[in-house]
């Protein structure tokens, strides 16, 4: 410690005051800056030399990070949208911003939801309570499933898991296959598949140059080949991941394209992991399901789910179809190691939620979702003739909820950012389904059509 005697003829001090940020009411106060002069006197100063405190110290375990975790490339899509739509926020606070960006539904689930607060107030009574469920789902509702979807095609209630969505269904497959299989997607595609084979190990790491996992075959799906893969130039893998309608692009593949791809599985011995998570949207006469076409049950499986046909986005109910005729190399059933997992990992999908997904397979329910998936296609076909009358190529909008725009030569990122920051709407950027959507965004019609039809006026005002 030092001491300074006589230190200044004068001194100017700034007294201000502040407030906490957290816990203020309502009604505001401006706090004043005032200075103050103070007449000169003697004063001593006591100058303290602090010693340097010591770091504190951060506890860590010795256990490694799963390397897998380290491969995956900043966060999955939609969180990064939703991370970037709340800075946009904070910066634009007066804006309205409209979301045309994740596929959430927006319209009020359908008055099933009397037969889900029925089951739940049952189970407040003896009679009506019920515990753990069987893992594969209640037998009534895959009677049900099966009759309504696959009534024709051979699929019988066993095979069919209920769970808590398509896309965790995707993620316990690849339990199901392991980190030692091959796998090959659509490219663009929905990126849950890339990702859940990541983590999984089934692939090399990313390589910069071309925005791609090693050791994943990404079967392209451009305008040219009208979206469905040219099957003569893909490597042979274990797993083939496909989607149609397809998200991203809103393109479907027709019957003759599927009977290539079974053909094409059969004789490599590879899996179809089918999502049809839009089917019900089609209104071309393409197959609705995959088990539509010859053999499809012996190299085969399709997930699907209430999310975008009765908006179960939060109640999360779905299903995966398991045909017993597929089989492993060994001749193991791929249906008993589905099973295992779903009863490991898994205590099956909510009662209230099946109660649910029962009522919407009722004649009633069936109306409601068509009813529901109109709405939506309606929506669609507001922002197609958008796009179009301002002379954008555009793929989708028929089959599918999204529509699918082109931008050559330009950032999918550097669009979304443009039309995020000039019109307040918020879209998805076509490179975050894979290397071949760069160019593209993805416009949702899942929103309010009030906010569809704004959202098209500023997209005009922007492009126009």
């Not at 001491?3 to 201000?16: D, L, M, P, V």
């Not at 019920?130 to 789902?137: F, N, P, T, V």
């Not at 009813?371 to 028929?398: A, D, P, Q, R, W």
Request: glycine share 8%; net charge neutral; charged share 20%.
């Amino acid at each position: 410690m030092s001491i300074t005697k006589n230190f200044a003829s004068s001194i100017s001090i700034s007294i201000s005051s502040s407030s906490s940020a957290f816990f203020v009411p309502t009604t505001s106060f401006v706090s004043r800056v005032q200075n103050v002069q103070f007449p000169a006197k003697s004063i001593e100063l006591c100058k303290c030399v602090a010693t340097p405190q010591e770091q504190e110290s951060v506890f860590k375990t010795k256990v490694s990070r799963n390397a897998n975790m380290e491969k995956l490339q900043a966060g999955y899509l939609f969180p990064e949208i939703a991370r970037r739509r709340k800075e946009h926020m904070l910066k634009h606070p007066d804006a309205k911003v409209i979301s045309l960006g994740i596929g959430d539904t927006t319209l009020p689930i359908p008055e099933v939801t009397s037969a889900m607060s029925k089951r739940l107030l049952a189970l407040s009574t003896g009679e009506g309570h019920s515990g753990y469920g069987a893992e594969q789902g209640e037998k009534p509702l895959r009677a049900a499933i099966a009759s309504t979807f696959y009534r024709e095609f051979g699929i019988e209630d066993d095979d069919i898991f209920v769970s808590d969505g398509a896309k965790c269904d995707i993620s316990r497959l690849q339990v199901v296959f392991g980190s030692n299989v091959t796998m090959a997607v659509q490219d663009p595609s929905y990126p849950a598949y890339v990702d859940s084979s990541v983590i999984m190990g089934q692939t090399g790491q990313f390589q910069k140059g071309v925005e791609k996992y090693g050791n994943i075959e990404y079967m392209r799906c451009t305008p040219e080949n009208d979206f469905f893969p040219d099957l003569s130039t893909v490597s042979r893998t274990d797993i083939i991941f496909f989607c149609s309608p397809n998200n991203p692009t809103g393109a479907v593949a027709t019957r003759e394209q599927l009977t290539q791809l079974v053909k094409f599985a059969k004789d490599n011995g590879s899996i179809i992991v089918y999502d049809t998570a839009y089917g019900l949207y089609m209104s071309e006469d393409n197959p609705r399901t995959i088990f539509e076409i010859p053999g499809a049950k012996e190299v085969a499986i399709e997930t699907s789910s209430f999310s975008k046909y009765a908006g179960f986005t939060g109640v999360r109910l779905g299903w995966t179809v398991v045909p017993k005729q597929l089989l492993f190399s060994d001749g193991f059933p791929v249906a008993k190691d589905c099973y295992r997992i779903v009863s490991t990992c898994f205590s099956g999908a909510s009662n209230i939620a099946q109660a649910g997904a029962l009522a919407c397979l009722s004649p009633e329910g069936l109306k409601a979702m068509q009813e529901v998936i109109g709405f939506y296609k309606e929506n669609t076909e507001i922002i197609v003739e958008t796009f179009n009358s301002l002379g954008f190529k555009l793929y989708g909008g028929k089959n599918a909820p999204y529509v699918w725009v082109h931008f050559p030569g330009r950032s999918s990122w550097d669009v979304f950012s443009e039309i995020l920051e000039k019109t307040h709407v918020v879209t998805t950027p076509g490179s975050g389904f894979g290397p071949g959507g760069e160019g593209f965004i993805r416009v949702s019609a899942f929103g309010h059509r009030e906010n569809v039809i704004e959202a098209s006026r500023r997209f005009k005002q922007l492009y126009q």
